[in-house]
């Protein structure tokens, strides 16, 4: 219940001074409006499922989820809030003490996707690949979805990763491969993921 708590105060606060620094004082009141709003959900799931033990791990990840890595955090938050608002329903038994949040069902049924903390339609197969999503934005911290999102646009403008794909066993014949078969699996994070875990999409 604490870092529920806590959780939702640090979202009202982050909220509160994006808010003031992009539109002053009724920057500031929309802001908080918006962090009270996205921290309850989050809080309360954090809380409901017990996400975060009370243990060193469980409170120096907790720390790092909401300072160094917060920005990965909000976009979480974010993405549960749409989650749950279709529908969606939080795992519970899984996200217990794994100092992330699951979402049962997923945005497709072909992919789990993972942002900040909250993992959805992911499974024992592909759990690891996730989690090294949530490693790698708990090590970049505010770096992170830049990065990401800079390497999509590079990879998507100028495809690079065409000269060691692997055009047999994935041939890039039509125009949505291009993104599924190709860019997708290539960019750095998922690369990596995949190396620990997963076979990329054919």
């Known amino acids: 219940m604490v870092f529920g708590i806590l959780s939702a105060a640090v979202h009202v606060a982050a909220g509160a001074v994006l808010g003031q620094l992009v539109g002053g004082g009724v920057g ?15 809080g309360w799931a954090v809380a409901a499922a017990e996400v975060y033990s009370a243990s060193p791990r469980g409170v120096f990840l907790f720390v790092v989820d909401h300072t160094w890595s917060l920005l990965n955090t909000l976009v979480g ?14 795992d519970r038994v899984t996200s217990r003490h794994s100092c992330r949040v699951n979402v049962v069902e997923g945005v497709s049924p072909r992919y789990a996707t993972t942002l900040g903390t909250v993992c959805a339609g992911s499974g024992p197969g592909i759990q690891r690949h996730e989690d090294v999503h949530i490693f790698q934005a708990r090590l970049l911290g505010p770096l992170y979805i830049p990065l990401v999102l800079a390497n999509y646009v590079l990879f998507t403008i100028a495809p690079i990763w065409l000269l060691y794909h692997d055009h047999t066993g994935a041939p890039i014949n039509r125009f949505t491969r291009y993104f599924e078969i190709g860019v997708y699996p290539h960019v750095w994070n998922e690369a990596i993921a995949y190396r620990i875990q997963g076979t990329p999409p054919r």
């Open 77 to 90: 938050a974010m993405y549960l809030a749409l989650h749950l608002v279709f529908g969606h329903s939080l």
């Open 28 to 42: 500031l009141l929309i802001g908080a409006g918006i962090g009270l709003l996205v921290g309850a959900v989050f």
